[in-house]
């Protein structure tokens, strides 16, 4: 490697250590787990995704699109604190094995295919309610209140409502940091994208809170208050495999897969070369396999970090390494800073994070767009906002599935007739004797009622020959053709024949298979041909 080379990938690396440490601190306790946890998931998983995978723009480790579907799944074992006990710590390893191992099966089997199914808008809305959801549940720690340990939107409110009723008031002191940080962030990334605003003011927050002596006493909740952070590795478990551990985890460790895919298509799109998208997901589930080992929770491709990453225009995937080694020396020996940080500092960044995850632009573009991609915005943001995460990615995707079904579930028909050897559009109230009804679009089973109200509205009355041109058409299955033939039956009864033209080999094999009476005329390359001669052959 060329000098250059290394010092870029070495100053990308670290600048995205340093910024980036703030977030790994914060999604962790995001995710209902102690501050420490993020930086193995950072690391360890980091340095694993590097080595496995292509892009040179991708950062994995903790992210905020996965962190809520994180807390939503350790919810049973959150104590008082909103913060995983060591009675949960098995169920935790066992979600980022299963999130690793769904990532491999998924890779080996082929459902790289099926990201194409999911519409951005989906994505979109997710994110819009997810960057929600996170801004709501930080309004505890940026008040100074004690935390809430309810998951989701009216958990956060009617957990804060209790508390002001109690009598429980914000602390001017944590609001007071929480609006530092959150101008800090945002002068930062306004002026200077390159300048580590997140790290500086977390830094800060913690200098101001040790020189001052300040700690939940003092209405400012330090992390060491909520937690306690020993120096070094923090302690983890092997993976609960019974079967009812690994059946309830199941579902929302596919969420966050296929999430974190989502994020991943998104990240590596940044290269200018093709994206190997089976190597990236493959290194993304041994990244997790291994994390599941060694104290992470479930790691996917960060938008942000990866956004960082490739502002400093690094060469290989050594950057991602740096990064990932890097964030090793604050993990074992910085402990006891990390205990000094306040609260409100964390909900600061996650409230300027969250803020980012609204594009505005992008949003505005997609709703103008189709009334399709206002629909599943709306709904998978609805759903993100009042149901459990894991269910909110499959109602986007699902209605999604829907719609595409429905508009390939509708084939379109369009009449022609013969004028002087030449095929031309039926025009308005001409009744020819032959009619070429050319059908394009898909033609299985679901399409097979759309298709018959379609072919029987365009025909004439004077009709006495009907030609189904099937040239433009696809998918026709056993129903169909079935279809057709009841069709031809009924016009059988009212005097008109009906023929297939422009069949291709496939159909072919499908009409003999099924031993058909209609009669056919091959495919033929040039435009109309193949229902010339079905005209001429009856």
Same mark, same amino acid.
């Given at each position: 490697m060329r000098t250059s080379a290394f010092r870029a990938d070495l100053l990308a690396g670290a600048t995205v250590a340093l910024v980036g440490l703030p977030q790994c601190l914060a999604y962790a306790a995001m995710s209902g787990l102690p501050p420490a946890y993020g930086l193995t998931?950072?690391?360890?998983?980091?340095?694993?995704?590097?080595?496995?995978?292509?892009?040179?723009?991708?950062?994995?480790?903790?992210?905020?699109?996965?962190?809520?579907?994180? &807390?939503? $799944?350790? /919810?049973?074992?959150? !104590?008082?604190?909103? #913060? =995983? %006990?060591?009675?949960?710590?098995?169920? *935790?390893?066992?979600?980022?094995?299963?999130?690793?191992?769904?990532?491999?099966?998924?890779?080996?089997?082929?459902?790289?295919?099926?990201?194409r199914f999911i519409p951005e808008s989906v994505l979109a809305g997710f994110t819009v309610g997810v960057g929600i959801l996170i801004a709501t549940m930080q309004l505890d720690e940026a008040l100074g209140l004690p935390a809430v340990t309810a998951a989701g939107l009216w958990g956060e409110y009617d957990g804060l409502a209790a508390m002001m009723a109690a009598g429980r008031t914000a602390s001017p002191s944590a609001v007071a940091v929480t609006l530092l940080c959150v101008g800090s962030v945002a002068a930062?990334?306004?002026?200077?994208?390159?300048?580590?605003?997140? &790290?500086? $003011?977390? /830094?800060?927050?913690? !200098?101001?809170?040790? #020189? =001052? %002596?300040?700690?939940?006493?003092?209405? *400012?909740?330090?992390?060491?208050?909520?937690?306690?952070?020993p120096a070094g590795w923090p302690p983890g478990a092997l993976p609960d495999l019974r079967p009812s551990v690994v059946g309830s985890l199941l579902l929302p460790s596919a969420a966050i897969v296929l999430l974190g895919t989502l994020e991943l298509l998104v990240s590596v799109r940044a290269d200018e070369s093709r994206p190997a998208m089976r190597r990236e997901i493959v290194a993304q589930g041994w990244a997790n396999v291994a994390g599941a080992f060694a104290s992470a929770f479930p790691a996917s491709a960060s938008l942000t970090r990866s956004a960082l990453l490739r502002l400093g225009h690094p060469e290989s995937r050594a950057a991602a390494a740096v990064g990932a080694v890097f964030t090793l020396p604050i993990l074992l020996v910085g402990g006891r800073l990390i205990a000094y940080i306040p609260q409100a500092a964390l909900a600061g960044v996650l409230l300027v994070t969250a803020a980012s995850m609204v594009r505005q632009p992008a949003l505005g573009r997609m709703w103008r767009a189709s009334g399709a991609s206002r629909l599943l915005l709306v709904v998978t943001t609805f759903s993100t906002l009042v149901m459990?995460?894991?269910?909110?990615?499959?109602?986007?995707?699902?209605?999604?599935?829907?719609?595409?079904?429905?508009?390939?579930?509708?084939?379109?028909?369009?009449?022609?007739?013969?004028?002087?050897?030449?095929?031309?559009?039926?025009?308005?109230?001409?009744?020819?004797?032959?009619?070429?009804?050319?059908?394009?679009?898909?033609?299985h089973y679901a399409a097979v009622d759309p298709l018959l109200d379609e072919v029987e509205?365009?025909?004439?009355?004077?009709?006495?020959?009907?030609i189904i041109d099937l040239s433009h058409a696809h998918e026709l299955r056993f129903t169909g053709l079935r279809a057709l033939e009841w069709w031809a039956a009924d016009l059988e009864r009212r005097g008109i024949r009906l023929r297939l033209a422009g069949v291709t080999p496939e159909v072919r094999e499908i009409l003999e298979g099924a031993g058909t009476h209609l009669p056919y005329t091959m495919w033929d390359p040039e435009p109309g041909r193949s229902a010339w001669k079905a005209v001429h052959a009856s």
């Open positions: 998931t950072a690391s360890v998983a980091g340095l694993v995704a590097a080595l496995a995978g292509r892009s040179r723009h991708v950062i994995t480790g903790p992210t905020n699109t996965t962190g809520l579907l994180v &807390l939503g $799944a350790l /919810v049973p074992f959150l !104590g008082a604190n909103g #913060l =995983l %006990q060591p009675a949960g710590l098995g169920w *935790l390893a066992t979600l980022t094995l299963l999130c690793g191992m769904l990532r491999l099966v998924f890779a080996f089997a082929g459902g790289v295919v099926l990201v930062g990334r306004r002026r200077w994208r390159r300048f580590p605003g997140a &790290l500086l $003011a977390v /830094v800060c927050a913690a !200098g101001i809170a040790w #020189l =001052l %002596q300040l700690d939940a006493a003092a209405g *400012l909740p330090l992390v060491g208050d909520r937690t306690d952070v459990p995460l894991h269910w909110a990615v499959f109602v986007g995707a699902g209605l999604g599935l829907v719609i595409h079904l429905a508009r390939t579930s509708a084939p379109r028909v369009r009449p022609l007739t013969f004028r002087d050897d030449r095929l031309v559009p039926l025009a308005p109230g001409e009744t020819p004797e032959v009619v070429v009804l050319e059908v394009s679009g898909a033609v509205r365009h025909l004439p009355g004077a009709a006495r020959l009907v």
